[in-house]
């Protein structure tokens, strides 16, 4: 059973930063695409960042490019997202997402995704 945990949410003044985990167990987590996504109330559910199995590729959402990097110690099992410059308008519920084909980058799908994390930017 494929298990995700994020930490590290919280409130932060805009302009600051914040570096949120997502612990993963089940499968050979090593192998996966892993991604995060973002929903701030009343929109919908959208992609962050993404990082390859080897940690070699990465992709961002254009809101984040820049700002946000995505990065995963296969050891630890775990990816984080270090969040810098932050502003109001990235208060959203963070969630860690795995991806559902081993040792592909190519359109990833997402079949298993964490409980969210509450990240809060005051202006």
């Known amino acids: ?3 995700l945990v994020e930490s590290g949410g919280g409130l932060v003044q805009a302009g ?3 570096r949120l985990s997502c612990a993963a167990s089940g499968r050979t987590v090593r192998l996966y695409t892993m991604a995060w996504f973002r929903q701030a109330p009343g929109k919908e559910r959208e992609f962050v960042a993404s990082i390859n199995y080897s940690g070699l590729a990465t992709d961002y959402a254009d809101s984040v490019k820049g700002r946000f990097t995505i990065s995963r110690d296969n050891a630890k099992n775990t990816v984080y997202l270090q969040m810098n410059s932050l502003k109001p308008e ?3 519920v963070y969630y860690c997402a795995q991806g559902a084909r081993a ?3 190519v ?3 997402y079949d298993y995704w964490g409980q969210g994390t509450q990240v809060t930017v005051s202006s």
């Open 1 to 3: 059973q494929v298990q």
């Open 16 to 18: 600051g930063s914040l």
């Open 90 to 92: 990235d208060t959203a």
């Open 103 to 105: 040792l592909n980058y």
């Open 107 to 109: 359109s990833p799908t």
